[in-house]
Every structure is written in structure tokens, then in C-alpha cells.
């Protein structure tokens, strides 16, 4: 079986400052990692992800995420935050050992960034 | 990437009607899938769908409430046969994308009054 947990319903942030969105996962083998953004009205749109390599990620609009295995964390970072930024943020974990081709999605994170 | 045509946008729909919410990818993929989202909440997936086969349901969601079909391999559709206000929600459809992961249609609105 595999799962998410967000934690935090809602992250407050000053714009500027950097922000942590935080994630931890649960699978029987290796992890796929996933961020996606959710505007209002709008679909979800990717940010990164993790499949092998690198433990630190680079994905879209400045964002990155560490991959901690040791603690099963995949928390999602920004060095400066922006008013734009604000959104619902949602990690999805899936299976890589060959198990089940279906991300299981967090509950979702709002994310505020006040001017 | 993907890229998914998703229609209607949005719907106000009467109670006992039903809706048809259609997807459109613009390359073949093998499995598709439908989510249902409450406003503000996370992802509920509702079915996978494999082009030839029938869909394969999650629990909680049974066909006759939720048909969908997928006659070729870039488009599908769901329907909502029988809405109540308690469907009111985003549906949502996606497709595995090699590049990204997972790319997501711009979602329905669905309202049922």
C-alpha cells in the first residue's frame, strides 16, 4: 500500500521570505515523488518530481524538493516567496517497485504569501 | 508533454440529470484516469480507463453512476447519470505522461441543483 501525508492545511508565508510545504510518504519499494500546484479554477499543474538520482530537485517557477529517504520526506521548498505563489499544493507518491500505476495524492496544503 | 482538452469547463445541472464530461489528449496514451475533487480538497479517483476493456472502478463508484467510455486511445468521457446535489464537485481527468508525470485536464465545475 502507499500514502501521502501533508500535514499543514495551510502554510503562511511574508513574500520574500523562504517557504516549506511539508510531505512524507509510505511505500513498499522505491518511491515516485510528486508536487503539483492547483490554481483557483484551474486544473493541476506539475512542478517536479523524483524518480532516481539526485536528492534535491529542480522543478518550475523556482521551486525544489529534497528527497529524504532516511525520513521519508519529500518537503517542498522556495527560497523567496511570492504573492503568486499563493495556491493548493498537493504531493502524490507512487509505487516504482512495478505495484500499483496510480499516484495517491495528499490531502492538499493552501499556501498563503502575504505581501 | 500531454496536452488535455477537457469539456465542459463548467455545468449547472438540474437533479436527476445527467452530464457527460469529455477529454481529449492530443497523443496515445495507454490509461486514463478520473478523479473527482471536492472544492479545496485533495484528489478522489473514481476509475481507470484502458482503451478496449471495460473501466475499472475504486471504491465507492460503481459504472451505473459513473459510466465511462474510451473508444480509442486519446479520448474518453465520463458521465454523471442521476446527479444529486451531493455530486456537486470537480472532476477531473488525467493521463501518465513519460515527461511529467501525470498531466491533468483543466477539470470540470460541476454544480447540481
Known amino acids: 500500500a502507499q500514502s501521502v501525508a501533508q500535514p499543514e492545511d495551510q502554510v503562511n508565508v511574508a513574500e520574500g521570505n523562504p517557504l516549506t510545504v511539508k510531505c512524507t510518504y509510505s511505500?513498499?519499494?522505491?518511491?515516485?515523488l510528486f508536487w503539483y500546484v492547483q490554481y483557483p479554477n484551474r486544473g493541476l499543474q506539475f512542478l517536479l518530481k523524483y524518480i532516481t538520482g539526485d536528492n534535491l530537485v529542480k522543478g518550475s517557477y523556482g521551486f525544489e524538493a529534497e528527497f529524504n529517504k532516511s525520513q521519508t520526506s519529500f518537503h517542498l521548498k522556495k527560497p523567496s516567496a511570492l504573492v503568486s505563489d499563493s495556491a493548493l499544493y498537493f504531493c502524490?507518491?507512487?509505487?516504482?517497485?512495478?505495484?500499483?500505476?496510480?499516484?495517491?495524492f495528499g490531502r492538499g496544503t493552501s499556501l498563503i504569501v502575504h505581501p | 508533454s500531454a496536452v488535455i482538452s477537457q469539456k465542459p469547463s463548467r455545468d449547472i445541472c438540474q437533479r436527476g440529470t445527467s452530464l457527460t464530461i469529455q477529454c481529449q489528449v492530443d497523443?496515445?496514451?495507454?490509461?486514463m484516469f478520473w478523479y473527482r475533487q471536492q472544492p479545496g480538497q485533495s484528489l478522489t479517483l473514481i476509475a481507470t480507463?484502458?482503451?478496449?476493456?471495460?473501466?475499472?472502478?475504486e471504491s465507492g463508484f460503481v459504472i451505473d453512476k459513473f459510466p465511462i467510455s474510451r473508444p480509442n486511445l486519446t479520448f474518453s468521457t465520463l458521465t454523471v447519470s442521476n446527479m444529486s446535489p451531493e455530486d456537486s464537485s470537480i472532476y477531473l481527468c488525467?493521463?501518465?505522461?513519460?515527461?511529467?508525470?501525470?498531466?491533468f485536464g483543466s477539470g470540470t465545475r460541476l454544480t447540481v441543483v
Open positions: 497523443s496515445q496514451v495507454t490509461m
Open positions: 480507463a484502458n482503451q478496449g476493456s471495460e473501466a475499472t472502478y
Open positions: 511505500v513498499s519499494g522505491n518511491p515516485y
Open positions: 488525467s493521463v501518465e505522461d513519460e515527461g511529467l508525470g501525470y498531466t
Open positions: 502524490a507518491v507512487r509505487d516504482a517497485s512495478g505495484g500499483s500505476y496510480i499516484p495517491t
